[in-house]
């Protein structure tokens, strides 16, 4: 079956990474971490799997982070323990095929979408952890897992895996919804980590999927909130508009905009240091840079909140004294979880089945940010559409199984003619001042490689870590520590 893999070898990742810094055609050479290729099929490993056939999938900011090897081993989760290969895609929807014989919730014909990465639970860990427990699988507090790994992503054609990773999809949704149940169920605990009250003034930075995801959830649970919207393009600001955003902002007006809607002070010091006295009541911060957390705790009025949706795998350094200057809380949120439903209530629902319910309920319309489709062998016209965003316009891009006929080969180029697979990836993303989206990288541009889309000036996107990638992240934080040691 065609399988996107990431190798996170020292052999694939040392060469990429010199290479790399010059050659940006290295993310696409036969050595590089990303490989697409025809591999044998499997057999369920273990009696509790399930195969699951592909049917579409997303393109995520955090699968780059994946494919390019990005964070640095001073940040605390490169001290975990982590697996050298993992599969890259996690926003997906597939219909089973194949049960094992222990399997008791799901049968063949069923639709699921990947919810949980590796747990206690999906792994038989005995007794679980706190975290797995309380059914905050993303939480898992075990360093280390045994038993098989899955087999696939959602950039593969079939994924072999624990039935507890899958959630059931119901017939009253169709595969547009069911591929972003899982960035919704991310914008919803976002959003739950800190609930707007009634007539509070919220911002969201960031219009990219989560962005726009958190500002369809806000209406639905508080609609007296008043929501602003910091966008960095044009199409952004359209849809942004388009979806009930009161009012815009833009990255280069941002701290005289933020005086203007909420009436608070600007004071300008040395330096053009700056400073608001009043501000936001909450900000969800969807890109999560340096830049963006800097002047979140600066827009936020006193005793308010920012929410840390987006994430940087790198150490910062940072102004924090609005945190204790004017008692802000910054809070962090993973993926998602167990939550308090219906709110206000002593009862637990995932955050999956909240986030299916309001689709169903049509109280969310995640199917709208699909704006690109692509068929697996054209991966580089998807990543170069993903990223080169102010000339696609692009919002989510997927990748639709129905488009990829049964005898193509997906990496196709150069390399092809010496009869063997080419590996697969972009080029490294370069490091952005300002407001971000999601984390991006500029695609090589080779003979080889015919694109509608032209990937000389890539935008970022916004990314949010889900449950399965933080997982991921472990692996290749945990190989580049190995890296610097052989080093």
Known sequence: ?????????????????????????????????LQVQNLPRQSLPAPGWVRVRNRLAGVCGSDFHLIYVEGDFRIAPAALPGHRLSYPGHEVVGEVIEVGDDVQHLRVGDRVVLQYGPNCFSTGVQPPCRSCASGNYNLCERGSLPGPQPIGGGWSEEMLLHEQQLFRVSPGMNDEQAVLLEPSAVAIHAVLRRLPQPDDHVLIIGAGTIGLLILQVIPAL?????????????????????????????????????????????????????????????IYDTTGSKQTIHDSLRWTRADGTVVLVGLNLHPMHLDLTPIWYQEIDLVGTLGHGKEIWPIGSHEYRSTFAIAAEMIESGQLHPEKLITHRFSLNNFREALSTATAKSRSRAIKVVFDYTL????????????????????ITAARPQEQQG??????????????????????????????????????????LHLRIKALKVR
């Open 404 to 423: 990829l006929p049964a005898s193509v080969v997906p990496n196709v180029r150069a390399a092809a003619r010496r009869r063997r697979p080419a590996a």
């Open 1 to 33: 079956m065609w399988t996107s893999t990431l190798e996170l070898s020292p052999r694939r990742v040392f060469p990429t990474q010199l290479l790399g810094r010059f050659w940006h055609g290295a993310y696409f050479a036969s050595f590089a971490p």
């Open 435 to 476: 407001v971000q989206e999601e984390a991006f990288v500029p695609l090589p541009s080779d003979e080889h490689f015919i694109q509608t889309v032209s990937p000389s000036a890539p935008e970022p996107e916004p990314v949010e870590l889900s449950s399965l990638f933080h997982y991921q992240m472990k692996s290749i």
């Open 222 to 282: 508080t609609p007296q909130a008043t929501v602003s919207v910091m966008a960095r393009y044009p199409f952004q600001v359209e849809q942004a508009t388009r979806m009930g955003a009161a009012n815009i902002l833009y990255p280069q007006d941002s701290y005289q905009d933020v005086e203007r809607v909420t009436g608070a002070q600007l004071y300008t010091g040395m330096f053009g240091n700056k400073m608001l006295l009043g501000g936001y009541d909450l």
